[in-house]
């Protein structure tokens, strides 16, 4: 398939998106979150895909929603359009992915792009990455995540000073604050990221997804709601030949051969 404001492929079980508007640093216009959205949508129902991974490449992630083609709506247009709809497609797709997504993110991952890699389930961060909501630079404030999710993830204080001044935040601090996985060179951003996408990508498809329902729910519930949840998946997954498959080869000293099911 082929796309004007990305790149997309599967190599080795991981469905890769590359966002590719490098003389707008990746900003996100309609087509662009889009097509984002019909890649991930792809990749769900493409078995061969275990894993998806959203880049942005070596220099940026991207510097947030497009603001030449926001800049003349009004709040008629948004509002009857239920905003952010020009990124719509895409925040539903990668919400709704039941394959882990992980974000590489180099350079700026601001606004809109700061909130996509918050979307993902996780995300991998080159030295060299700078995340910030930036909105209020120019009189507006995040509207897809930002002022949720970054709280969420690195608390109050921190969410609520980056997004009242526009600071930024480069890859360390985001790594103290809970806000990226880990950090690694940004000349081995592409292939760590891609390792840990394949590693995911060959474990069971439906132990990862459990995984993953599993984890989303403390973000959003008590400990006893998540505890309670979290025995009944785990005891699920003996329903799974995979798990029957994974623990036969752990005794007989031989590597598994999942089947996804
Ligand atoms: N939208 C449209 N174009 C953008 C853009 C954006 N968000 N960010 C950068 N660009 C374009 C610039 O206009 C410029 O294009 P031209 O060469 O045609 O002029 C090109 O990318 C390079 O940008 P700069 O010359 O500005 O590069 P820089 O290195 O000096 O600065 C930057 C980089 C700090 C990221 C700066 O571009 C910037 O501040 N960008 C805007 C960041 C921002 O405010 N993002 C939030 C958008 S609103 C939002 O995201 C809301 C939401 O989703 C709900």
Do not use: H
């Not at 940026?60 to 020009?86: C, H, R, S, W």
Request: charged letters at 25%; glycine letters at 10%.
């Amino acid at each position: 398939m082929s796309y004007e404001c990305i790149l997309s492929e599967v190599k080795d079980g991981v469905g890769i998106i590359t966002l590719n508007r490098p003389k707008a640093m990746n900003a996100l216009n309609s087509t662009l979150c889009r097509e984002v959205g019909e890649a991930v949508d792809g990749f769900e129902v493409d078995d061969s895909v275990g894993c998806i991974l959203i880049t942005g490449g070596d220099q940026v992630f991207a510097a947030g929603a497009d603001i030449k083609e926001m800049k003349d709506q009004t709040f008629a247009d948004l509002y009857a359009k239920n905003f952010p709809y020009i990124q719509r497609d895409c925040w539903r797709a990668i919400d709704e992915a039941r394959k882990p997504v992980i974000a590489a993110v180099a350079g700026f991952a601001l606004g809109g792009g700061c909130e996509m890699t918050m979307a993902c389930d996780f995300i991998i961060a080159a030295d060299s990455a700078k995340f910030g909501q930036p909105e209020i630079g120019i009189g507006t404030m995040p509207g897809a995540g930002g002022t949720q999710r970054l709280t969420k993830a690195v608390g109050k204080a921190k969410a609520m000073e980056m997004c009242l001044s526009g600071r930024m935040m480069g890859a360390e601090e985001a790594e103290r604050a809970g806000l990226v996985s880990r950090i690694v060179p940004a000349e081995e951003l592409a292939e760590q990221s891609f390792k840990t996408a394949r590693k995911i990508a060959s474990m069971s498809r439906p132990a990862l997804t459990l995984i993953k329902e599993c984890v989303d729910m403390a973000v959003g519930s008590s400990l006893d709601d998540g505890l309670r949840f979290e025995r009944r998946a785990f005891e699920a997954t003996f329903a799974f030949e995979d798990c029957s498959e994974g623990m036969n080869a752990f005794a007989e000293k031989r590597k598994p051969e999942f089947k996804n099911r």
